[in-house]
T-cell receptor
Framework: KAGVTQTPRYLIKTRGQQVTLSCSPI?????VSWYQQTPGQGLQFLFE???????NKGNFPGRFSGRQFSNSRSEMNVSTLELGDSALYLC??????????????FGPGTRLTVL | KQEVTQIPAALSVPEGENLVLNCSFT??????LQWFRQDPGKGLTSLLL?????REQTSGRLNASLDKSSGRSTLYIAASQPGDSATYLC???????????FGEGTQLTVNP
């Protein structure tokens, strides 16, 4: 069974631009979560989608948004990029995101650099 | 607010040594605890998931324990190998779906 895939793997943008990252979960998984990883803040939760609905949201500004499609694939969008948005963006999928029982599987990440 | 701490931040050991990585969390109302490894520039690989009702989980040379009441977990690695070199991350899950709160990680180096 194929793992979680993320595209693109690397991205370079300039301040003020917007970017869209894509995540394809493991087949059969319906919950997709997004995390931002930076050297200073570590891994921080952005949001979770389940059945095309945002179920949880972390403490990030409204410039960060996402969506999920009927096939469970998910995209996240960052508008008006800032230098501090440079990070590794990780996507994770699980069967249903049930707390306590569902293991989360992570993709390889998208490395975003904002110049 | 849940906070997760991992000690030590870095560890260097000779090959073959048994070692223990520590994780502590401030809110004991967790649903699960998960250990991951991360290789440089890569994503996370799930190692072990311990549900809140469990005390430990084992996979090969890895054993993870959980003491909810004291807010602690340990990851024991037996007979370490150079291929075990990576950053090990501990994450706890609460009642909010699949949201995980991560520690800062322990960077492990196993020297041949």
């Amino acid at each position: 069974k194929a793992g979680v895939t993320q595209t693109p793997r690397y991205l370079i943008k300039t301040r003020g631009q917007q970017v869209t990252l894509s995540c394809s979960p493991i087949s059969g998984h319906r919950s997709v979560s997004w995390y931002q990883q930076t050297p200073g803040q570590g891994l921080q939760f952005l949001f979770e989608y389940f059945s095309e609905t945002q179920r949880n949201k972390g403490n990030f500004p409204g410039r960060f948004s996402g969506r999920q499609f009927s096939n469970s694939r998910s995209e996240m969008n960052v508008s008006t990029l800032e230098l501090g948005d440079s990070a590794l963006y990780l996507c994770a999928s699980s069967l249903e995101g049930r707390p306590g029982t569902d293991t989360q599987y992570f993709g390889p990440g998208t490395r975003l650099t904002v110049l | 607010k849940q906070e997760v701490t991992q000690i030590p931040a870095a560890l260097s050991v000779p090959e073959g040594e048994n070692l223990v990585l520590n994780c502590s969390f401030t809110d004991s109302a967790i649903y699960n605890l998960q250990w991951f490894r991360q290789d440089p520039g890569k994503g996370l690989t799930s190692l072990l998931l311990i549900q809140s009702s469990q005390r430990e989980q084992t996979s090969g040379r890895l054993n993870a324990s959980l003491d909810k009441s004291s807010g602690r977990s340990t990851l024991y690695i037996a007979a370490s190998q150079p291929g075990d070199s990576a950053t090990y991350l501990c994450a706890v899950g609460g009642s909010s779906g699949s949201r995980l709160t991560f520690g800062e990680g322990t960077q492990l180096t196993v020297n041949p």
